[in-house]
């Protein structure tokens, strides 16, 4: 069984950084893909950013590109999701996913997920 433990949430005022870790505490899953998810109040979870435990290769979403950075360890046990130049709008409940997905941006496609870490930024 694969379980996932997000943390690093916390209250930061825009512009400022936060780094976010998702780690595996089950079954291995290097072979798998480890995506990132937020949803904001009245929202729908929306994709943020995912990579392939495997290849290293990575997909962000256009809203986060060239702020957000993940990249995992190299025991491949942990992600992390580096936030940089935060935006109120960045201001949700990120969680983290691991699965085989058919579509790297669908939360659909993912088996497992953590409990979530509640990121606030404040103008």
């Known amino acids: 069984q694969v379980q996932l433990v997000e943390s690093g949430g916390g209250l930061v005022q825009a512009g400022n950084s936060l780094r976010l870790s998702c780690a595996n505490s089950?079954?291995?899953?290097?072979?798998?893909?480890v995506a990132w998810f937020r949803q904001a109040p009245g929202k729908e979870r929306e994709f943020v950013a995912a990579?392939?435990?495997?290849?290293?290769?990575?997909n962000y979403a256009d809203s986060v590109k060239g702020r957000f950075t993940v990249s995992r360890n190299n025991a491949k046990t942990t992600v992390y999701l580096q936030m940089n130049a935060l935006k109120p709008e960045d201001t949700a409940v990120y969680y983290c996913?691991?699965?085989?997905?058919?579509?790297?941006?669908?939360?659909?496609?993912?088996?497992?997920w953590g409990q979530g870490t509640q990121v606030t930024v404040s103008s």
């Open positions: 990579i392939n435990l495997s290849g290293g290769g990575t």
């Open positions: 089950g079954r291995t899953f290097n072979w798998w893909v």
């Open positions: 996913a691991a699965g085989l997905p058919k579509a790297v941006v669908s939360s659909a496609s993912y088996n497992y």
